[in-house]
């Protein structure tokens, strides 16, 4: 019988259905941040509490294609939303990723990594390549989006 890895099947999936962020496909109650530019939401398939996900709301494919500007305004979010993150969930360290391997709408994971994350590599690798995911409930992601979008508002702009 002939074998496949799963990263392959689940890259022809997304390679076949239309870009979830372009076609607003993310659920309100896990949506962070959105304004007419951007929008932050949770990862609904996170290995770790808090996990999100920062994207301009253009389709662009990846890092080449988007204008200075916009590359800025969506870093500048990132932090705000990390800050978010830290404040609600106290992770010992947020780390960020920007793979664009599985989905083409240039994003950013915004990875909170806790002390259980981190004490071995092996650690750091499951939760960093999603090697393993956490089964959150809806009602679960839900609450977790809700305190950190408290967070984010009582955040001043501006600030470092
Ligand atoms: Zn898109």
């Known amino acids: 019988m002939k074998k496949e890895k799963f990263s392959t099947k689940k890259l022809e999936y997304l390679k076949k259905s239309d870009c979830f962020i372009c076609k607003g496909q993310i659920r309100k109650e896990d949506t962070i941040f959105e304004n007419k530019e951007f929008i932050a939401f949770l990862d609904i ?5 808090g996990y999100a996900i920062v994207a301009p709301k253009k389709h662009f494919e ?14 500048l979010l990132v932090k ?6 830290k404040a609600a969930y106290s992770p010992r360290r947020i780390c960020l990723a920007q793979t664009g391997g599985l989905v083409s ?6 990875i909170p990594m806790y002390s259980k994350d981190w ?7 499951r939760v ?6 956490l ?5 679960k992601l839900k609450k977790i989006a809700g305190k950190i979008r408290k967070n984010l508002k009582l955040k001043k702009t501006g600030s470092k």
């Open 80 to 85: 705000k939303v990390a800050k978010a993150i």
């Open 119 to 125: 004490n071995t590599s092996e650690n750091f690798k």
């Open 105 to 110: 709408h240039f994003h950013f994971h915004v």
């Open 128 to 133: 960093f390549f999603k090697e393993e995911i």
């Open 62 to 75: 990846d890092i080449t294609e988007i204008p200075e500007k916009e590359l800025q305004k969506t870093m």
């Open 135 to 139: 089964k959150f409930s809806q009602a």
């Open 45 to 49: 398939f996170p290995p770790t509490k």
